[in-house]
């Protein structure tokens, strides 16, 4: 039986007295490096702690702009919307190889890291919108393939086990110009070299409108759904489909929409949690509860078996109050896996 791993999907929340117009600038100007890579780490090693297998970075910056600014500067492209291969860095990888250095001097095997990279469809609707420019739609994957190879060769202390490229508007936005052979040569372009490598790709969409675009695309084997949100995106996951395309599952089995959570308190206790925050805890003590998380996983898992390799929270946990509140639930969601595991 395949094991099933935890991961997650990137964002976090900042500690208390950091502001996120700190950290823009911060990342912009490069002047405060040392206070900069201690947040990244401390927030890194938060995740690790909690008892996720394969953690992402935590993701401080925007999903866009932290491509488009580099893809933008003409001194780091060879030509429009084409980056040179040196310029092409993920800039927390830098931060976090302390803490991949530490974990393999503490446990004498090497951390693996997934990473996250924003898909050329989302880029390319960012700058363009619904005009149809194929070529430039091309560059922008190409760019991004640029990213993961350049992270993946420069990895010292950890190893990229999973890339997973995020393409939250496939299927939700009508504005997409683009036919199903041009978005499946894209992906295919934009995750080449992590396939070569040897890593999981993943591709994290919001709905599971188009997940077979996906699993026709041969550089992509793992198909994430944020389903603990929207449990009914698992009807539309028909298994034949990914069994005959050799594709897998990354489920979300821990909610993280905030807002709805809180309304539900909310409306329990007739107050407004976010002012009134005594109720907050419940969040993770009462409605996301390892329990809750094992029963989600469950029906999954009887569903699609060993289809399913990777689970964690439905999406990241930026909007979230405070770190405190976003480290129970991934250490609700790693006790859900362990006594999942337990009991199968």
């Not at 029906?299 to 946990?317: E, N």
């Amino acid at each position: 039986m395949q094991e099933i791993i935890f991961d997650d999907i990137g964002s976090y929340p900042l500690p208390e007295g950091v502001s996120r117009e700190w950290v823009q600038n911060a990342f912009k100007t490069r002047a405060e490096d040392e206070k900069l890579f201690t947040v990244i780490n401390d927030a890194f090693q938060q995740k690790i702690d909690a008892g996720v297998e394969v953690p992402t970075y935590p993701q401080y910056q925007d999903m866009n702009e932290q491509f488009l600014k580099v893809i933008r500067d003409s001194n780091c492209t060879d030509g429009p919307f084409d980056v040179k291969l040196e310029c092409a860095r993920i800039e927390e990888l830098e931060a976090i190889e302390t803490v991949a250095k530490a974990y393999k001097e503490k446990f004498g095997e090497t951390l693996k890291v997934r990473i996250c990279v924003t898909g050329p469809t989302e880029l390319y609707l960012k700058e363009f919108g619904g005009t149809r420019y194929t070529d430039i739609y091309s560059l922008f994957a190409k760019s991004i393939n640029k990213f993961v190879r350049n992270s993946m060769r420069s990895a010292k202390h950890f190893k990229i086990a999973t890339v997973s490229i995020d393409e939250p508007s496939i299927g939700l936005n009508p504005e997409l110009a683009f036919d199903e052979n041009d978005i499946i040569s894209a992906l295919t372009e934009a995750s080449r070299s992590a396939s070569k490598w040897g890593a999981d790709v993943e591709i994290h969409l919001h709905s599971a409108l188009y997940y077979n675009l996906a699993c026709e695309t041969p550089t992509i084997n793992v198909i994430g759904m944020e389903s603990a949100g929207t449990p009914s995106y698992l009807e539309l996951i028909d298994k034949k489909v990914l069994e005959d395309t050799d594709s897998f599952l990354r489920l979300g089995i821990a909610r993280t929409d905030i807002y709805s959570l809180a309304g539900i308190l909310n409306e329990r206790y007739c107050t407004n949690i976010w002012k009134d925050q005594q109720y907050l805890p419940e969040i993770v003590s009462q409605l996301e509860t390892p329990d809750v998380i094992t029963k989600r996983l469950k029906l999954a898992y009887r569903r699609f078996g060993s289809l399913v390799k990777y689970v964690g929270p439905d999406c990241g946990l930026g909007s979230w109050p405070n770190q405190r509140i976003a480290f129970i639930l991934l250490s609700n969601v790693a006790q859900g896996i362990r006594n999942f595991r337990e009991n199968l």
